[in-house]
């Protein structure tokens, strides 16, 4: 058995919208039948890992996101009347400095079967004139705003589908600072078993590493636990903020 909407060719073979995912499907035969489609059984995946050294005076280095398949829709949806060369703008403009960005690519892009991958080089250096420079390690992957902005919420919470984001990140010390302050690491659950965020980073004397990721199990949440899930995505948004302090040797 395949799903399949013709519809939507941006999909690829046996996918589905994740508007689709609303409940009981009603399979139409001579005998006819349900078949469930909750979007607590469509589970999204994102991987994003970074790469970054010294280069002279510059940080250089590697940007890589594997997306799942609704991102992946979105992407290629949204490249039907965007230039990748503005979408790649656009990419620039959500880092918080100065960055410079090379050897764009989108993988996978035409082969709708397959999720899109996003790959660009990274390059930025960091002020002379500052003594303490304040740096985030997600870069332009932070979450900076909780989905979850109403103090009450009277109906159910219906996300599109489950998920699961990764964020890695290796990077050398720059050159001529050292770590004056780094986040403390941290681990949290949500409803104990209906979801997880963790944030792991530790440094040596010329690297640091990081690894992020958030994790919800559900796409459906009753009214009562709406405050659980808006104190838990609170957490994450606070803990993304926080940055690395680096000094100047």
Do not use: W
């Not at 390690?137 to 219906?158: C, G, H, Q, W």
């Not at 001529?176 to 780094?182: A, D, H, I, R, S």
């Not at 990081?210 to 009214?223: G, Q």
Request: hydrophobic share 35%; proline share 5%.
């Amino acid at each position: 058995t395949y799903l399949l909407d013709a519809s939507a060719p941006s999909l690829g073979f046996n996918h589905l919208s994740p508007e689709c995912y609303n409940g009981d499907a009603r399979v139409i035969a001579d005998l006819p039948s349900l078949l469930p489609l909750s979007a607590d059984s469509l589970m999204e995946s994102k991987l994003t890992t970074v790469f970054m050294i010294n280069d002279d005076k510059n940080i250089t280095g590697s940007f890589t996101t594997k997306l799942g398949n609704r991102e992946s829709e979105g992407i290629r949806k949204k490249l039907l009347t965007t230039k990748q060369e503005d979408f790649f703008k656009d990419i620039k403009k959500a880092y918080t400095f100065d960055v410079e960005l090379s050897n764009t690519q989108i993988d996978s892009l035409k082969i709708p079967e397959e999720p899109v991958a996003i790959m660009y080089d990274i390059k930025f250096n960091f002020s002379e004139d500052e003594d303490m420079v304040y740096f985030n390690p997600m870069l332009a992957e932070i979450t900076k705003d909780n989905p979850f902005s109403a103090a009450e919420r009277l109906y159910p919470v219906e996300m599109q589908s489950c998920f699961d984001e990764t964020y890695i990140l290796n990077m050398d010390i720059p050159k001529g600072y050292k770590v004056e302050e780094l986040p403390k690491s941290a681990r949290v659950k949500l409803n104990e078993d209906e979801g997880m965020f963790e944030y792991i980073i530790a440094g040596s004397n010329d690297k640091i590493q990081l690894r992020c990721r958030t994790v919800v199990k559900k796409a459906n949440f009753d009214p009562e636990d709406y405050q659980t899930l808006r104190d838990f995505f609170a957490f994450v948004v606070k803990k993304q903020a926080e940055p690395i302090v680096f000094k100047k040797q």
